[in-house]
Protein backbone atom coordinates (compact mmCIF):
# COMPACT_ATOMS: atom_id res chain seq x y z
CA UNK A 1 0.00 0.00 0.00
CA UNK A 2 1.09 3.47 -0.72
CA UNK A 3 0.07 6.55 1.54
CA UNK A 4 3.21 8.77 2.63
CA UNK A 5 1.64 8.88 6.20
CA UNK A 6 -0.25 5.58 6.88
CA UNK A 7 -0.48 6.60 10.66
CA UNK A 8 -3.56 8.28 9.55
CA UNK A 9 -4.18 5.46 7.04
CA UNK A 10 -6.87 3.00 8.45
CA UNK A 11 -6.70 -0.40 6.21
CA UNK A 12 -3.26 -0.89 6.33
CA UNK A 13 -3.26 -5.06 6.43
CA UNK A 14 -6.37 -5.12 6.29
CA UNK A 15 -6.84 -5.56 2.14
CA UNK A 16 -5.97 -2.66 0.04
CA UNK A 17 -9.46 -0.97 -1.06
CA UNK A 18 -8.90 1.16 -4.28
CA UNK A 19 -10.91 4.14 -2.61
CA UNK A 20 -7.98 3.90 0.48
CA UNK A 21 -5.20 3.72 -1.83
CA UNK A 22 -3.61 6.88 -2.61
CA UNK A 23 -1.63 6.73 -6.36
CA UNK A 24 2.05 7.76 -5.65
CA UNK A 25 5.53 7.87 -7.08
CA UNK A 26 6.96 5.41 -4.88
CA UNK A 27 10.74 6.89 -3.80
CA UNK A 28 11.62 10.47 -4.93
CA UNK A 29 10.38 10.28 -8.86
CA UNK A 30 14.22 11.56 -9.90
CA UNK A 31 15.07 7.71 -8.83
CA UNK A 32 13.35 6.01 -11.27
CA UNK A 33 15.33 7.35 -14.12
CA UNK A 34 18.11 5.94 -12.72
CA UNK A 35 16.27 2.36 -11.82
CA UNK A 36 14.98 2.23 -15.39
CA UNK A 37 18.23 3.41 -17.05
CA UNK A 38 19.22 0.46 -15.13
CA UNK A 39 17.06 -1.70 -16.66
CA UNK A 40 17.80 -0.30 -20.02
CA UNK A 41 21.50 -0.88 -19.48
CA UNK A 42 20.90 -4.73 -18.55
CA UNK A 43 18.83 -5.23 -21.66
CA UNK A 44 21.41 -4.06 -23.67
CA UNK A 45 23.46 -6.86 -21.85
CA UNK A 46 21.03 -9.69 -22.46
CA UNK A 47 20.63 -8.72 -25.92
CA UNK A 48 24.29 -8.94 -26.57
CA UNK A 49 23.92 -11.89 -24.81
CA UNK A 50 21.42 -13.85 -26.46
CA UNK A 51 23.25 -12.41 -30.52
CA UNK A 52 26.82 -14.00 -29.42
CA UNK A 53 24.98 -17.19 -27.97
CA UNK A 54 22.85 -17.41 -31.42
CA UNK A 55 26.33 -16.98 -32.98
CA UNK A 56 28.30 -19.92 -30.65
CA UNK A 57 24.82 -21.97 -29.88
CA UNK A 58 27.05 -24.97 -29.26
CA UNK A 59 29.91 -23.84 -27.84
CA UNK A 60 27.20 -22.08 -24.84
CA UNK A 61 25.27 -25.20 -24.79
CA UNK A 62 28.11 -27.18 -23.42
CA UNK A 63 29.41 -24.46 -21.36
CA UNK A 64 26.42 -23.97 -19.63
CA UNK A 65 25.89 -27.88 -18.61
CA UNK A 66 29.28 -27.53 -16.63
CA UNK A 67 26.84 -25.00 -14.46
CA UNK A 68 25.40 -25.52 -11.33
CA UNK A 69 21.85 -24.69 -11.57
CA UNK A 70 20.84 -25.80 -7.63
CA UNK A 71 22.73 -22.39 -6.60
CA UNK A 72 21.15 -20.72 -9.14
CA UNK A 73 17.64 -21.52 -7.73
CA UNK A 74 18.81 -21.02 -4.42
CA UNK A 75 20.23 -17.61 -4.64
CA UNK A 76 16.74 -17.20 -6.42
CA UNK A 77 15.05 -18.27 -3.32
CA UNK A 78 17.39 -16.16 -1.18
CA UNK A 79 16.71 -12.98 -3.06
CA UNK A 80 13.03 -13.18 -3.35
CA UNK A 81 12.55 -13.89 0.69
CA UNK A 82 15.22 -11.01 1.09
CA UNK A 83 12.41 -8.65 -0.86
CA UNK A 84 9.09 -9.60 0.58
CA UNK A 85 11.08 -8.38 3.96
CA UNK A 86 11.74 -5.05 2.67
CA UNK A 87 8.35 -4.84 1.65
CA UNK A 88 7.54 -5.32 5.31
CA UNK A 89 10.45 -3.16 6.62
CA UNK A 90 8.72 -0.76 3.93
CA UNK A 91 5.20 -1.34 5.16
CA UNK A 92 6.09 -1.20 8.64
CA UNK A 93 8.03 2.09 8.54
CA UNK A 94 4.84 3.69 7.10
CA UNK A 95 2.97 2.59 10.26
CA UNK A 96 3.62 3.89 13.92
CA UNK A 97 2.03 0.71 15.20
CA UNK A 98 4.61 -1.29 13.38
CA UNK A 99 7.58 1.06 13.01
CA UNK A 100 9.73 -0.29 15.66
CA UNK A 101 9.94 -3.32 13.72
CA UNK A 102 11.05 -1.79 10.49
CA UNK A 103 14.84 -1.18 11.61
CA UNK A 104 15.06 -4.95 12.19
CA UNK A 105 13.20 -6.32 9.11
CA UNK A 106 15.89 -4.06 6.87
CA UNK A 107 18.21 -5.62 8.76
CA UNK A 108 16.81 -9.36 8.68
CA UNK A 109 16.53 -8.49 4.85
CA UNK A 110 19.87 -7.26 4.78
CA UNK A 111 20.72 -10.63 6.21
CA UNK A 112 19.35 -13.06 3.87
CA UNK A 113 20.10 -10.79 1.05
CA UNK A 114 23.87 -11.67 2.05
CA UNK A 115 23.14 -15.02 1.62
CA UNK A 116 23.32 -14.47 -2.28
CA UNK A 117 26.16 -13.71 -2.12
CA UNK A 118 28.15 -15.78 -0.42
CA UNK A 119 26.61 -18.94 -2.12
CA UNK A 120 28.17 -17.04 -5.11
CA UNK A 121 31.02 -17.06 -3.62
CA UNK A 122 31.14 -20.44 -3.38
CA UNK A 123 30.20 -20.97 -6.89
CA UNK A 124 32.49 -18.59 -8.12
CA UNK A 125 35.47 -20.97 -6.06
CA UNK A 126 34.24 -23.79 -7.37
CA UNK A 127 34.08 -22.64 -11.28
CA UNK A 128 37.81 -21.26 -11.28
CA UNK A 129 39.04 -24.06 -9.36
CA UNK A 130 37.97 -26.01 -12.18
CA UNK A 131 39.13 -24.08 -14.16
CA UNK A 132 36.14 -22.50 -16.02
CA UNK A 133 36.82 -18.65 -15.85
CA UNK A 134 36.49 -16.04 -18.24
CA UNK A 135 39.15 -17.07 -21.00
CA UNK A 136 37.86 -20.50 -21.60
CA UNK A 137 35.28 -19.10 -23.50
CA UNK A 138 32.59 -16.64 -24.52
CA UNK A 139 29.91 -18.21 -22.14
CA UNK A 140 32.02 -18.61 -19.60
CA UNK A 141 32.78 -14.46 -20.45
CA UNK A 142 29.66 -13.53 -20.46
CA UNK A 143 28.71 -15.49 -17.70
CA UNK A 144 31.55 -13.41 -15.36
CA UNK A 145 30.06 -10.09 -16.76
CA UNK A 146 26.62 -10.72 -16.28
CA UNK A 147 26.63 -12.34 -12.70
CA UNK A 148 29.82 -9.79 -11.66
CA UNK A 149 28.15 -6.54 -12.61
CA UNK A 150 24.74 -7.93 -10.76
CA UNK A 151 27.05 -9.10 -7.67
CA UNK A 152 28.32 -5.13 -7.37
CA UNK A 153 24.86 -4.65 -7.61
CA UNK A 154 23.87 -6.96 -4.54
CA UNK A 155 26.45 -4.95 -2.84
CA UNK A 156 25.55 -1.80 -3.09
CA UNK A 157 22.08 -2.86 -2.34
CA UNK A 158 22.82 -4.47 1.33
CA UNK A 159 24.60 -1.40 2.18
CA UNK A 160 21.66 0.44 1.18
CA UNK A 161 18.98 -1.67 3.18
CA UNK A 162 21.54 -0.96 6.09
CA UNK A 163 21.35 2.35 5.83
CA UNK A 164 17.60 1.73 5.51
CA UNK A 165 17.89 0.02 9.04
CA UNK A 166 19.41 2.92 10.52
CA UNK A 167 17.13 5.32 9.51
CA UNK A 168 13.94 3.12 10.49
CA UNK A 169 15.29 3.43 13.91
CA UNK A 170 13.96 6.64 14.45
CA UNK A 171 10.44 7.06 15.82
CA UNK A 172 9.33 9.91 13.82
CA UNK A 173 8.92 9.36 10.56
CA UNK A 174 8.36 12.35 7.66
CA UNK A 175 6.89 11.89 4.06
CA UNK A 176 11.36 13.08 3.22
CA UNK A 177 12.13 10.04 4.77
CA UNK A 178 9.36 7.36 3.60
CA UNK A 179 10.13 8.44 0.03
CA UNK A 180 13.77 7.53 0.88
CA UNK A 181 12.90 4.05 2.09
CA UNK A 182 10.31 3.52 -0.56
CA UNK A 183 13.37 4.26 -2.95
CA UNK A 184 16.33 2.03 -1.43
CA UNK A 185 13.53 -0.94 -1.12
CA UNK A 186 13.00 -0.17 -4.73
CA UNK A 187 16.57 -0.44 -5.50
CA UNK A 188 17.14 -3.80 -4.06
CA UNK A 189 13.68 -4.53 -5.71
CA UNK A 190 15.62 -4.04 -8.82
CA UNK A 191 18.36 -6.31 -7.95
CA UNK A 192 15.69 -9.43 -7.38
CA UNK A 193 13.98 -8.29 -10.47
CA UNK A 194 17.04 -8.28 -12.81
CA UNK A 195 18.62 -11.76 -11.02
CA UNK A 196 15.09 -13.73 -12.58
CA UNK A 197 16.25 -12.51 -15.82
CA UNK A 198 20.02 -13.43 -15.49
CA UNK A 199 19.36 -16.27 -13.72
CA UNK A 200 16.41 -17.79 -16.45
CA UNK A 201 18.88 -16.79 -19.62
CA UNK A 202 22.28 -18.03 -18.20
CA UNK A 203 21.19 -21.47 -15.97
CA UNK A 204 18.12 -22.45 -17.93
CA UNK A 205 17.47 -21.39 -21.56
CA UNK A 206 19.18 -23.67 -23.88
CA UNK B 1 0.80 -7.24 18.40
CA UNK B 2 1.05 -9.21 16.24
CA UNK B 3 2.55 -8.84 13.06
CA UNK B 4 -0.06 -10.95 11.23
CA UNK B 5 -1.61 -7.74 9.89
CA UNK B 6 1.80 -6.38 8.68
CA UNK B 7 2.33 -9.46 6.71
CA UNK B 8 -1.44 -10.04 5.67
CA UNK B 9 -0.56 -7.97 1.83
CA UNK B 10 -1.19 -8.65 -1.64
CA UNK B 11 2.67 -8.70 -1.69
CA UNK B 12 2.63 -12.19 0.22
CA UNK B 13 0.81 -14.12 -2.06
CA UNK B 14 3.23 -12.67 -4.96
CA UNK B 15 6.04 -14.25 -3.04
CA UNK B 16 4.48 -17.06 -2.70
CA UNK B 17 3.34 -17.17 -6.85
CA UNK B 18 7.17 -16.12 -7.49
CA UNK B 19 8.57 -19.22 -5.78
CA UNK B 20 6.50 -21.27 -7.44
CA UNK B 21 6.75 -20.02 -10.97
CA UNK B 22 10.57 -20.62 -9.60
CA UNK B 23 10.25 -24.37 -9.50
CA UNK B 24 8.21 -24.75 -12.66
CA UNK B 25 11.13 -22.64 -14.76
CA UNK B 26 13.55 -24.59 -12.88
CA UNK B 27 11.74 -27.75 -13.91
CA UNK B 28 11.32 -26.88 -17.62
CA UNK B 29 14.97 -25.83 -17.27
CA UNK B 30 16.14 -29.32 -16.17
CA UNK B 31 13.79 -31.52 -17.71
CA UNK B 32 12.26 -31.42 -21.45
CA UNK B 33 9.08 -31.68 -19.70
CA UNK B 34 6.80 -30.90 -22.60
CA UNK B 35 9.06 -33.15 -24.98
CA UNK B 36 8.90 -30.74 -27.78
CA UNK B 37 12.64 -30.03 -27.18
CA UNK B 38 14.23 -27.23 -25.98
CA UNK B 39 13.25 -24.41 -28.12
CA UNK B 40 9.75 -24.31 -26.69
CA UNK B 41 10.74 -24.94 -23.35
CA UNK B 42 13.09 -21.82 -23.44
CA UNK B 43 10.37 -19.65 -24.83
CA UNK B 44 8.38 -20.64 -21.84
CA UNK B 45 11.26 -20.32 -19.49
CA UNK B 46 11.74 -16.77 -20.84
CA UNK B 47 7.70 -16.11 -20.60
CA UNK B 48 7.79 -17.02 -16.81
CA UNK B 49 10.96 -14.76 -16.16
CA UNK B 50 8.86 -11.63 -17.60
CA UNK B 51 5.53 -12.42 -15.99
CA UNK B 52 7.63 -13.13 -12.79
CA UNK B 53 9.40 -9.27 -13.58
CA UNK B 54 6.22 -7.61 -13.47
CA UNK B 55 4.80 -9.11 -10.36
CA UNK B 56 7.91 -8.15 -8.67
CA UNK B 57 7.12 -4.24 -10.02
CA UNK B 58 3.35 -4.34 -9.66
CA UNK B 59 3.75 -5.63 -6.33
CA UNK B 60 6.98 -5.28 -4.06
CA UNK B 61 7.99 -1.87 -6.08
CA UNK B 62 4.39 -0.78 -5.64
CA UNK B 63 3.91 -0.08 -9.39
CA UNK B 64 0.37 -1.42 -9.42
CA UNK B 65 -0.41 1.87 -7.19
CA UNK B 66 1.53 3.81 -9.05
CA UNK B 67 0.16 6.86 -11.18
CA UNK B 68 -0.30 5.08 -14.73
CA UNK B 69 2.60 7.09 -16.73
CA UNK B 70 4.99 5.25 -14.31
CA UNK B 71 3.09 1.79 -14.24
CA UNK B 72 2.33 2.23 -18.32
CA UNK B 73 6.08 2.78 -18.49
CA UNK B 74 6.79 -0.31 -16.39
CA UNK B 75 4.39 -2.51 -18.48
CA UNK B 76 5.96 -0.89 -21.64
CA UNK B 77 9.26 -2.29 -20.19
CA UNK B 78 7.96 -5.74 -19.41
CA UNK B 79 6.49 -6.20 -22.85
CA UNK B 80 9.51 -4.71 -24.87
CA UNK B 81 11.95 -7.18 -22.56
CA UNK B 82 9.71 -10.09 -23.99
CA UNK B 83 9.76 -8.89 -27.17
CA UNK B 84 13.10 -8.16 -27.59
CA UNK B 85 14.27 -11.35 -25.34
CA UNK B 86 12.18 -13.91 -27.71
CA UNK B 87 13.24 -12.43 -31.28
CA UNK B 88 17.19 -12.47 -29.85
CA UNK B 89 16.48 -16.41 -28.42
CA UNK B 90 14.82 -17.27 -31.66
CA UNK B 91 16.77 -15.34 -34.24
CA UNK B 92 19.74 -14.06 -32.64
Redesign the interface.
Known amino acids: MVTRNAAAHPVLGSGESISARVRHVPGEPGLWIFLFGDLFIFSVLFTAYLNERGNNADEFAAAQGHLERTTGIINTFVLLTSSILVVFATRAVRDERWRHHSSGLFVAGAAVGACFVAIKGVEYHGMISAGLTPSVGNFYMWYFVLTGIHLAHVILGLLVLMCLSRLARNAASSATRIAIVEGGACFWHVVDLLWILIFSLIFLVR | ?1 T ?10 MA ?1 LV ?2 AL ?2 V ?2 S ?3 HDILGHG ?1 VT ?2 LI ?2 A ?3 F ?2 RI ?2 L ?5 R ?4 W ?1 RM ?1 FEG ?1 CV ?2 LV ?2 TV ?2 L ?2
Open positions: MMMPLVRTRASYLITVTWFGAHASILIAVKVVGYFMELDAPSLLYAEVLMYFG
